[in-house]
């Protein structure tokens, strides 16, 4: 499978300051993420939808002003969590999706980033 | 859009014994349905898939069955371990390249 990896993996942070989260699919040229937010003994919701070269698709109650996503390149997109508040607190996952790749649909998980708004 | 429903949320099973979950969901149209196991605080991990094409999937303990019809799918541990012991969460997505759908989650707690 791909491997993918996350930066940093916690980050605690003042109200109103902005945190940026990067995801990196190591071995695999990635034209789709996804990023996912995580509350406590919650399930997975999808953000949006990241396309290499073009803007994100973000998901119905998502503000895309505040949540920037980038996908500058095919190993590389960035969530910038602007002007962050306690609430956005959350465990934030990104994946990659491996379409193309023969014999597998499957999206494969970054480690995630816990992001703690002060 | 696409929903899924998992259950139960919680799913308490002696050391040895068989545990289910069950999925629906709702869009006719999609053809994977992954599930994942996530312990506390890691990532979640593939455990197994199945494709609309296929009505059953075997992998050791492990195995899947999809019935496309009622749009259910569950996932079956066979002789369970304390090690099973996480949260599974099934999906549903239109394959790899499009965005991915997860039920609530189960807790299973494998008592030994």
């Known amino acids: 499978g791909a491997v993918v990896s996350q930066h940093p993996s916690w980050v605690i942070c003042k109200s109103g300051t902005s945190v940026k989260i990067e995801c990196r699919s190591l071995?695999?040229?990635?034209?789709?993420m996804f990023w996912y937010r995580q509350f406590p003994k919650q399930s997975l919701m999808l953000m949006a939808t990241?396309?290499?070269?073009?803007?994100?698709?973000?998901e119905q109650g998502v503000e895309k002003d505040k949540f920037l996503i980038n996908h500058a390149s095919l190993t590389l997109s960035t969530l910038t969590v602007t002007s962050a508040h306690p609430e956005d607190s959350s465990f934030y996952i990104c994946?990659?999706?491996?379409?193309?790749?023969?014999?597998?649909?499957?999206?494969?998980f970054g480690p995630g980033t816990r992001l703690t708004v002060l | 859009g696409e929903n899924v429903e998992q259950h139960p949320s919680t799913l308490s099973v002696q050391e040895g014994d068989s545990a289910v979950i069950k999925c629906t969901y709702s869009d006719s149209a999609s053809n994977y349905f992954p599930w994942y196991k996530q312990e506390l605080g890691k990532r979640p991990q593939l455990i197994i898939d199945?494709?609309?094409n296929v009505g059953e999937k075997k992998d050791q303990r492990i195995a899947v069955t999809l019935n496309k019809t009622a749009k259910h799918f569950s996932l079956h541990i066979t002789e369970t371990q304390p090690e099973d012991s996480a949260v599974y969460f099934c999906?549903?997505?239109w394959g790899g390249g499009f965005k991915t759908i997860f039920g609530a989650g189960t807790r299973l707690f494998v008592k030994a």
């Open positions: 994946s990659v999706g491996t379409s193309g790749r023969a014999g597998t649909d499957t999206q494969y």
């Open positions: 990241s396309n290499e070269g073009s803007k994100a698709t973000y």
């Open positions: 071995d695999f040229q990635a034209t789709t």
């Open positions: 999906a549903a997505s």
């Open positions: 199945i494709r609309s």
